[in-house]
């Protein structure tokens, strides 16, 4: 007898109510929404605006272009056991994407594994910080109690900004990462931090 192939996850809804404008510490607007399938081609281009540095900081590797592959499972989410919210601003040729925020399913039960990017002139303004909080609030709102994340251990912001709006339980290094386990800070006191 042939075994009958499950029948595939259902994805949820796009969840808009995620979506909000925001305005960072320069006063620009920007609005932080979950990622749709279509926005495939704005990672390839994203990928395609970052440094070396920054590149090298979140995929832990520079390639030449952000593979299509790539950009398709990336772009792809169930809203549920995989989310990413993006950060966009209308540029000179149309919308952009300048900063991602996500998790994964991580190895550990009940953890998930988060990355950012933003696009290196977005840095500095507050972009990272309010992204990953929306993604926290997103977490938290589906559940997720704990986190995980894998540095550089020379990211000084990515390192700062976990210091700043989580509460690291357990870190440890091993041949330059810096694995950081931990859970979402009361958002008084991240606000506070």
């Given amino acids: 007898m042939t075994p009958v192939a499950a029948p595939p996850a259902l ?5 808009q109510a995620l979506a909000q404008w925001t305005r960072l510490d320069d006063g620009a607007p920007v609005l932080i929404r979950p990622i749709r399938a279509d926005d495939a081609d704005r990672l390839v281009a994203l990928y395609a605006r970052l440094s070396r540095t920054s590149a090298y900081h979140r ?6 272009r952000l593979p299509e592959a790539w950009a398709r499972r990336l772009a792809d989410v169930d ?3 995989r989310l990413a919210l993006v950060a966009e601003r209308e ?4 919308v952009a994407l300048i900063g991602v925020a996500r998790w994964e399913p991580a190895d550990e039960p009940d953890t998930v594994e988060v990355a950012l990017v ?4 977005w840095q500095g303004h507050g972009l990272g910080a309010r992204l990953f909080q929306a993604l926290l609030d997103a977490a938290a709102a589906r559940g997720v109690r704990r986190y995980v994340a894998y540095v550089l251990g ?14 690291v339980e357990e870190r440890t290094i091993e041949d330059g990462v810096v ?5 979402r800070r009361p958002l008084e006191a991240a606000r506070a931090g």
């Fill in 11 to 15: 994805r949820a809804p796009y969840p």
């Fill in 59 to 64: 995929f832990f590797t520079v390639l030449p």
């Fill in 79 to 81: 809203y549920d056991r």
């Fill in 91 to 94: 540029g000179p040729d149309g």
């Fill in 118 to 121: 933003v696009e290196d002139p």
């Fill in 154 to 167: 020379d990211n000084r912001r990515m390192l700062g900004l976990l210091a700043r709006l989580t509460e």
């Fill in 179 to 183: 694995r950081l386990r931990f859970r």
